[in-house]
């Protein structure tokens, strides 16, 4: 268990501190992307079948305000449904950008080498071009995983948006009835 957390120690210094604050922000998605995940496929079902019921329980459920109320209804599970999403792809988009931060700090670190020993010394230049190109690295998986996670859930939700609208039909009268009566 030791050599592991050596082992990862190795790598975020081998990486430099940018390699934390990225590998904190992929941790931070990855909870936000299981929490979606978990309310998908666990609590959703319940407030969908909740809902469904209580439009079902309404008697009116053809005039306009019947109508305010199935959009009000819909728009609910709907904010239910995104709820952390925009936060997981503000997260995916800011994963590319810490690792470009890591290429730059890492090239001052190559510049600073260069200056102090000249050209010659690779040995010395190498350390810094790995600090460059680790969080890069770093930063573009984490963004790929990322990227992947947030429009499947992004797909979910729009599915799952579409099933409760066809779930909660309104019930229009007849337009031929509507005319006979007037």
């Known amino acids: 268990m030791f050599e592991i957390f050596e082992a990862i120690r190795d790598f975020t210094e081998t990486g430099g501190q940018v390699l934390l604050v990225i590998g904190l922000l992929i941790f931070i998605m990855w909870l936000l992307i ?3 995940a978990l ?3 666990i609590w959703h079902k319940q407030f969908k079948n909740q809902t469904i019921a209580a439009w079902e329980a309404r008697s009116d459920r053809s ?16 904010l239910k449904l995104k709820g952390s999403i925009p936060v997981i792809q503000a997260l995916v ?6 690792g470009l931060m890591g290429t730059v700090t890492g090239m001052i670190e190559v510049f600073d080498v260069m200056a102090i020993s000249g050209s ?6 190498a350390s810094g071009v790995s600090k460059a190109t680790i969080p890069t690295m770093a930063g573009m998986v984490g963004a ?5 996670a947030s429009t499947w859930l992004t797909r979910i939700s729009k599915t799952e948006k579409m099933h409760i609208e066809d ?7 007849p337009v031929a009835a509507s005319r006979q009566q007037a």
């Open 39 to 41: 309310y998908v496929f």
């Open 144 to 148: 790929l995983s990322g990227v992947f």
């Open 34 to 36: 299981l929490e979606r």
């Open 93 to 98: 988009a800011l994963c590319p950008l810490l």
């Open 63 to 78: 005039s306009w305000f019947a109508e305010q109320i199935r959009q009000a209804m819909i728009s609910r599970v709907s």
């Open 167 to 173: 779930a909660m039909t309104l019930d229009h009268e």
């Open 120 to 125: 010659g010394n690779a040995r010395s230049m």
